[in-house]
């Protein structure tokens, strides 16, 4: 069974840090491009990181740019995305995807989807 699961979210106070993982089952990321999305309460899904595994390249939002940190270890399957300075604007529900293949990452293009890990920015 193909399945991308995320896990480290929680509460932390603004200006503090998480680091979420996405660990995938029944497939590698080695041909894959994976991206982390969120959702807000009453907002749309959100792009937020994307790196494509074939192409080594990595793309943030500038919402995030320059705070958030994706990055794959290969001999765990695992995709994680490192969060610093953290502020209420980033509570939302986090979510991991991937997609075969050198893509760009997009919420109507992607092939996997994780349920979601919620991440809690609040004192």
């Known amino acids: 069974q193909l399945q991308l699961v995320e896990s480290g979210g929680g509460l932390v106070q603004p200006g503090g840090s998480l680091r979420l993982s996405c660990a995938a089952s029944?497939?590698?990321?080695?041909?894959?491009?994976v991206g982390w999305f969120r959702q807000a309460p009453g907002k749309g899904r959100e792009g937020i990181s994307c790196?494509?595994?074939?192409?080594?390249?990595?793309n943030y939002a500038d919402s995030v740019k320059g705070r958030f940190t994706i990055s794959r270890d290969a001999t765990k399957n695992m995709v994680y995305l490192q969060m610093h300075n953290l502020k209420p604007e980033d509570t939302a529900v986090y979510y991991c995807a991937a997609v075969a293949g050198d893509k760009w990452c997009s919420s109507g293009g992607m092939d996997y989807w994780g349920r979601g890990t919620l991440v809690t920015v609040s004192s």
């Open positions: 029944g497939f590698t990321f080695h041909y894959h491009t």
């Open positions: 790196f494509s595994v074939i192409g080594g390249t990595t």
